[in-house]
């Protein structure tokens, strides 16, 4: 069984474009004029007067033009200082439950490929669903489309052949996730908000409800070998 895993707010506690964001921004790469920007935008955006998909051009749009060898340079130290300490103890579990089982497991999320596959190689995972963007001789160029949330998900795990031998088990806190959702064999929500619940009970799809801790772990310690990417 493939198993497709969102990752912020569902395997960690943070927002990892936003962590990644915020270090570019120390470092120079990014202005924090725009940083302060995206911000705002976040906000609106929790007011429900942004769209998702305009919050997201506005965070990919900070990586366009980024020297790629400076944001590579980033990426770890931010993964490994912010983004692992956030890791959910009860996502680690479950990620070690399939594999054991020999669930092919996934993971999925709307934060650049250069953030996600890091991740996934701390966690023992190799396959990621993330934003890419093309890359212009040094530098970020605009982000590839289909980008890697809503059904930008579902087509990109089905480019993959993730859908072939039958509909995934999807874990994910996130409403942007519906089609994902509703192209799923069994759902579980992770602290998900009320409509995510509403809408997945109506529908009639098999789901469980999970309410995970923020507790941080240490990643050393976590029952995954860390460093060794599944097959």
């Not at 993959?160 to 994902?180: F, M, Q, R, S």
Request: aromatic share 6%.
């Amino acid at each position: 069984m493939v198993v497709l895993f969102d990752v912020d707010g569902t395997l960690v506690g943070v927002n990892c474009t936003a962590a990644l964001l915020k270090a570019l921004t120390s470092d120079g790469v990014v202005p924090r004029s725009s940083l302060a920007s995206l911000a705002i935008e976040q906000i609106l955006y929790r007011l429900k007067c942004r769209s998702f998909p305009a919050l997201m051009a506005s965070a990919y749009g900070l990586l366009q033009g980024c020297d790629i060898s400076r944001v590579e340079a980033c990426v770890e130290r931010v993964v490994a200082e912010v983004v692992m300490p956030a890791l959910y103890p009860e996502a680690v579990a479950r990620i070690a439950m399939h594999r054991a089982r020999g669930d092919r497991v996934v993971l999925a999320s709307a934060a650049p490929a250069v953030v996600i596959e890091r991740v996934g190689w701390h966690v023992g995972v190799s396959a990621v669903i993330a934003s890419d963007f093309e890359r212009i001789g040094r530098r970020f160029g605009p982000v590839n489309r289909p980008q890697a949330y809503g059904a930008g998900k579902v087509e990109l795990a089905g480019r993959a052949g993730l859908l072939d031998a039958g509909p995934p088990h999807v874990y994910t806190d996130h409403a942007e996730d519906w089609p994902l959702v509703l192209a799923s064999g069994f759902a579980t929500l992770v602290n998900p908000a009320r409509r995510l619940v509403r809408d997945t009970r109506r529908h009639g799809i098999a789901h469980e409800v999970a309410h995970w801790g923020c507790e941080r772990v240490n990643p050393a310690a976590a029952p995954l070998e860390p460093r060794t990417p599944a097959p």
